[in-house]
């Protein structure tokens, strides 16, 4: 069946540091992933997305990586800082007509001062 | 600014007692959903609407109702409640422009049902 998994629960940093969230998805019909962040009392916060038909894209401080071939998305968060941290979702669509989204369970990133 | 607002954002209620929490968004967004999020499991959807008075199911929709009256509106509906619906629950929206675009969430809204 469709899911969407993470393959770290947490992740800790110092700051400064770069950090990578990893995202595993087995179905190969989705075609659009997003990544989100998650605040403590806050819902999920867009980070940046990214379409089947690339392969990386960038924003401030981010990148996103999906490899198709392996089903794989990765976050990329440089020069982490006390700020980012927050759970971290991946979401994927699996191409229907819905927009319907799955999410993964989420990671926990810690950045230490 | 560009919102979605749920509210209320806390409710402590009783079985059975009929509630309804309120979603509007202003962004003129045609898609709307609803999930809950429950620890292990992540964001489940619940309902979603992809226009005004279209509606559909999500993954759990049993015990839950929604209408979809007005664009900006998403009311998300607990006839009867029951302690298995004890969650945090959060509303989206975003454009339908006939390619993916990224869901924008309200900042939830917690439900206890004793």
């Known amino acids: 069946g469709e899911s969407v998994g993470l393959h770290l629960p947490t992740l800790s940093v110092q700051e400064g540091d770069n950090s990578i969230i990893n995202c595993a998805y087995s179905?190969?019909?989705?075609?659009?992933f997003i990544w989100y962040k998650q605040e403590s009392g806050k819902g999920p916060q867009f980070i940046i997305d990214?379409?089947?038909?690339?392969d990386k894209r960038q924003g401030q401080r981010v990148t996103v990586l999906l490899n198709k071939t392996v089903k794989h998305l990765s976050l990329q968060i440089a020069a982490t800082q006390p700020g980012d941290s927050a759970v971290y979702f991946c979401?994927?669509?699996?191409?229907?007509?819905?927009?319907?989204?799955?999410f993964g369970k989420g990671t926990l990133l810690t950045v230490n001062p | 600014e560009a919102q979605v607002t749920q509210n209320p954002r806390y409710l402590i209620t009783v079985t059975g007692k009929k509630l309804t929490v309120t979603c509007s968004q202003n962004?003129?967004?045609?898609?709307m959903s609803w999930y809950r999020q429950d620890p292990g499991l992540g964001l489940r959807q619940i309902y979603y609407?992809?226009?005004?008075?279209?509606?559909d199911k999500g993954d759990v929709p049993e015990g839950y109702k929604v209408s979809r009256k007005e664009k900006r509106n998403f009311p998300l509906i607990l006839e009867s409640p029951s302690p298995n619906q004890t969650s945090l629950y959060f509303c989206?929206?975003?454009?339908?422009?006939?390619?993916?675009?990224?869901?924008?969430f309200g900042d939830g809204t917690r439900l206890s049902i004793l």
């Open positions: 609407s992809m226009n005004v008075e279209v509606t």
């Open positions: 979401a994927e669509n699996s191409g229907g007509s819905n927009y319907k989204l799955t």
């Open positions: 179905n190969s019909a989705s075609d659009y």
């Open positions: 990214i379409r089947s038909n690339m």
């Open positions: 989206a929206s975003s454009l339908m422009t006939g390619t993916n675009q990224p869901q924008h």
């Open positions: 962004m003129n967004h045609e898609y």
